[in-house]
């Protein structure tokens, strides 16, 4: 089924095009094709830049399809990993946001960013 709205909060959206400076390509391109997760969400990827603080920012690339005129590509982006790079690399941080479940790690991180958008 295609996607007819963003995944990402749009205060997100602003957090995420703000590490970016708005360009993806100066993001790193994820790909989820070989997901091993039980509960796989549908996306293919997303689009990862690190904040300030080196926290990892995500953008599924469904939403990336809707925000930039353009569809990103993986060999015009930073760099690319496939999702087990990602999260071998961050897993000191998905433990810490207690990120351990079946589903997919990647958006239960989008979740908790986008719940951290607001202080309520």
């Known amino acids: 089924m295609e996607t007819t709205h963003c995944l990402a909060d749009a205060k997100h959206i602003r957090h995420f095009l703000d590490a970016c ?7 790193i391109y994820v790909e989820c094709a070989n997901c091993r997760v039980k509960n ?11 904040d300030y603080r080196a926290i990892p920012l ?3 690339l469904s939403d ?11 060999g015009e982006c930073l760099a690319v990993f496939k999702d087990s790079v990602f999260l071998e690399m961050y897993a000191q941080f998905l433990k810490g946001q207690k990120i351990i479940s079946p589903d997919c790690p990647c958006m239960a991180l989008l979740d908790i960013q986008n719940k951290d958008c607001y202080d309520w």
């Open 58 to 60: 995500i953008l599924p």
């Open 64 to 74: 990336a399809d809707m925000l930039f005129a353009c569809r990103p590509e993986p």
């Open 40 to 50: 796989p969400c549908n996306q293919s990827g997303f689009l990862f830049c690190p």
């Open 21 to 27: 400076d708005g360009n993806w390509h100066r993001c």
